[in-house]
């Protein structure tokens, strides 16, 4: 694959994403960290030195790395992380030690059995003093032999859930000693003399997150296109049970219940694919304002991206699982690829900051926002919509209000979405006010609010996604396809409002005899959608090698090819398993 | 295991079930099927001559058995099973045969590799005429060689999701002959001339299932209790990020959002423990009253069956992966041991009865009920409450009714329950009658109002756990336990009602001011639970060997046998792996 990339002369990341992608299928690699973290960390944190010596081994492959930051006692919390690496003056030369167990670095990628190097998260110690988290490059294999380095202890850490191709490890110091040049010295610095210098500013770290959080909502939208795709092609497949007696037995994709558990789904799945385009090329916009100078957009940015990197990879991984339960039984084997493809995306929840932290942190910024505007600020952005919202919501008292949702509306719908939002932000931020009140310190006040700090970044994520959706229809010129598309918002937007239907009541946004409308009309939309729903999935163009799905194949020959699937099966290479001999006859002749 | 449970003479079977789980952990085993469908089945159906026979092969285990029932294309709608036994009255035999691809039986447990037997439900034909599904004793491998007979095709299915323990497998008939003493005859039978004469009746076959289904509801809350065990102990271990500066990160189980995650889940378990036990008394007395010839009371435990089945295994399945995704990282790692319970639990919500198909049996008890009960007819057991609601909510027109919910009452509770279930057996029945009234057939009406009638079965069993769970309260004589477990029951029935609140405010039961109310409640029951956590879930007292899980060892003691575990991966057994020999060091050659 990687020399197959050079002849091809593929060199834009993407188009070496979506390369590796169909030569992988679901699949992670063992280099997976060498090509995401190493070399990007080189090149971003490499002084001019440190660039000459280690971008030609990195990219020849004789250093083979990862990137060791997770410790066994600690992840979320990086301030916590207690490995050390103090300068000696002497030899000049860093000591890297594991003081305790929880220090031992553990779960990178390609660490257990691959890596011949690791970028080592360390606490920097010099001059008697503790100067925070740095990176340092540690060899810890020999690149002769491969055999473990004196002071090293690497090794793996065992089966996963899913993942069963990449050696995540473990990686213990005891007294390692690395040249001083082996610290990326790009921003901060320790001289010879063991002189520490701080780096001028850390925003560029913070933009690697973020920018790695906006991709992941991407991911999102892959992973669950991908289980609709399956699930609603294999639904058109799969006879099942009667609906009119003597009938034949109709396709699954008939059922109501069917319908309503795969559509909503669909319709995500177009959302999330619009929200990620929007991440994207927000990231860039900002990216190049940020490269001018002009921080002001980051902080909306990192919100943004904290917030919907959970909503949406929550919300994927519920669908997934979905998707494999309604496809019965065969869902349950790996020929339908719905079992790799749940593994394979659900760590997205939890790594690169936990899902429920990163809700907390957007909550703080709207928190925020929702001061500066209930103070007069006018707001700039996406958070605007506090300003307006405030206007609208306190304009009279709710019960004299007039309902605003016309359910058949777009617009309408975005703006109960986005007073819904509003509300809930408002009802956060009077929570953590009134824990204040009760003389608690702002620690404490928080974490007693914390469940109604959630809830607020879940309503407003949710209020960007069906917003993104919504205003990208404007930009479809087609009309058959802005007809099926709009189809799609309003499902999405309704199913929504039938899931929170209490959120909406509360904020008298919506009127008890709406919610059997919005029944009939969820069951509307699904009649409309059942002659589209096979082409919806086909348009997300997944090909055959790519979905790596007997359900999902494209020509529907799906039992045939199960068959051939099994006989394939490691346990069919011989015909009386080992098993018969070295345990079922010596039992049966004790029986 | 086999000889020690004869050793010490364990012969309940609830007694083996437990014995086994010690030794198995979460995992299945390949004879699961020999002893939970072989035996039994050959217990219930051989006439008297048949048992003389097969009995002594199978507790001898020369005959190794299986349940081959579903077909590759044939699941939930067993009339549509397309395998046949034609009896030949020349050789006083019956011919089996697969006639299609999708006739080709799929996924019998311990097929693949391991039985040497199995009994099939196949077509049976005689003198040219169908008459419907009947099981046959099949011989698919030779007793002494193991290996498949003369037009057997037989093999293991492949991976699956979990279950690698298991050999799932295929089997297809190519004319295969079998004895026609081989059908099982103690209620139908075929005569040597090949006179068919059917059942007397099929309500023991009936009875099985229920047995099962009611089964699966103590899995859930086993299953469920497992997790919550795990994760719970774990979020006292784990502590991480800072709720107050400066100071010692906290245990994780002090952060509202855990709480939030877990407690919830916590009073579940003990909610669904709760009603597994009723399921297994009420089974028990319903079979004793079938034996003395008294029905009455099957179909409603088939109603309840159904629908608790499907209920407690959907809401275990994603608490599992609540519990998982609340341990962090290492909540991926199989020392946790939670990805086993998921992947071993998650078939409950498709096998024994898809759970959607399940909701829709009972609903169809449930319309038929309330149409009694709205015809004036007295219903007995527990649907009388529709007699009881139908007075309630039709006394005075909404708008007027006082709300009923007194949110700390747990009588109040349980009454808002029953009138939202109420309620929503009522609106899908409208709604059943008003496609009717579009003149619909009978099965198109049913469709169309599908989602509704799933909705009314899981209010209705969701009015039954909370129900059980308080009555059961009833029953708890010492003071301390009585108030921890009115705790959780609170607990279990106010976050019902925050997760469902657009119901209850359709319905008249709860009024807007209350929500807020109850998100402030739920806030205290959580501070409340909190010293009592990891006590509650000790109480499920699973010993460590049974629970298997590093993250959830009783003595807290997770980091370093996390890294011993680690250090048996099967990866580590060599220092450098063979992947280095074979792949990488010819790939640096290359580059």
Not at 10 to 30: F, L
Not at 262 to 272: E, G, I, K, V
Not at 499 to 507: E, H, I, K, M, R
């Amino acid at each position: 694959m990687i020399l197959k990339i050079r002849e091809h002369g593929i060199s834009d990341p993407d188009e070496i994403y979506y390369y590796k992608n169909v030569w992988r299928g679901h699949h992670h690699e063992a280099f997976g960290l060498h090509y995401s973290m190493f070399l990007p960390t080189l090149y971003s944190q490499c002084d001019s030195e440190q660039r000459k010596k280690w971008l030609p081994l990195a990219h020849s492959m004789k250093a083979l790395g990862t990137y060791a930051q997770t410790e066994l006692g600690h992840g979320t919390h990086i301030r916590g992380l207690e490995t050390t690496a103090t300068y000696d003056p002497s030899t000049q030369e860093f000591v890297i030690n594991s003081p305790t167990v929880s220090s031992i670095k553990w779960w990178p990628g390609g660490l257990g059995k691959t890596s011949n190097h690791a970028i080592v998260l360390a606490q920097l110690y010099t001059q008697g003093k503790c100067h925070g988290l740095h990176a340092f490059i540690v060899p810890i294999r020999s690149m002769s032999t491969h055999k473990p380095l004196p002071g090293v202890v690497v090794g793996d850490i065992g089966p996963k859930f899913g993942f069963d191709e990449v050696d995540n490890g473990y990686l213990k110091f005891e007294n390692v000693r690395i040249p001083r040049e082996n610290m990326l010295m790009k921003y901060s610095k320790v001289e010879p003399d063991g002189t520490f210098h701080k780096p001028p500013s850390d925003k560029l770290t913070y933009g690697t997150m973020v920018f790695i959080r906006s991709m992941i909502v991407g991911e999102s939208a892959r992973a669950l296109s991908k289980a609709c795709t399956i699930a609603i092609r294999y639904s058109a497949v799969r006879h099942q049970s009667e609906l009119r007696p003597g009938e034949p037995e109709p396709q699954i994709l008939d059922y109501q219940t069917q319908q309503h558990k795969l559509f909503p789904l669909l319709a995500t799945a177009y959302a999330f694919h619009f929200v990620g385009q929007y991440m994207k090329s927000t990231y860039h916009r900002i990216t190049s304002d940020i490269n001018q100078g002009d921080f002001s957009e980051l902080p909306e940015l990192h919100a943004l991206s904290a917030g919907l990197k959970a909503f949406t990879t929550w919300v994927a991984t519920a669908g997934i699982e979905v998707c494999r339960m309604a496809c019965g039984g065969h869902g349950y084997s790996r020929c339908s690829s719905l079992p790799d493809i749940y593994v394979t995306f659900t760590p997205t929840c939890t790594y690169e900051g936990e899902n429920t932290v990163m809700m907390l942190q957007t909550a703080r910024y709207l928190v925020k926002s929702y001061r500066q505007a209930s103070e007069g600020q006018q707001l700039t952005g996406i958070m605007s919509y506090l300003n307006e919202a405030q206007h609208r919501l306190h304009a009279q008292p709710v019960a004299n209000r007039p309902t605003v949702i016309d359910i058949s509306d777009l617009a309408s719908l975005v703006e109960a979405y986005k007073l819904r939002a509003a509300k809930l932000v408002e009802l956060a931020t009077k929570s953590l006010q009134g824990e204040l009140q009760k003389h608690k310190n702002q620690e404490d006040a928080w974490n007693n609010a914390a469940i109604d700090l959630v809830r607020a970044s879940d309503a407003h994520c949710h209020y960007m996604v069906v917003k993104l959706f919504v205003s990208r229809l404007g930009e479809v010129g087609d009309v058959a396809v802005h007809s099926v598309l709009s189809t799609l918002a309003v499902l999405y937007a309704l199913h929504g409002v039938s899931q929170n239907s209490g959120d909406f009541l509360q904020a008298g946004l919506l009127s008890v005899p709406q919610l059997a409308q919005i029944s009939e009309k969820i069951k509307e939309l699904l009649t409309q959608l059942r002659p589209n729903a096979v082409v919806l999935v086909d348009a997300f163009d997944y090909p055959d090698e790519m979905l790596n799905s007997v359900l999902g194949r494209y020509d529907g020959n799906v039992y045939e090819n199960m068959f051939e699937w099994a006989r394939k099966s490691p346990l069919n290479r011989t015909e009386v398993h080992q098993s018969y001999h070295k345990y079922l006859k010596p039992l049966q002749s004790k029986l």
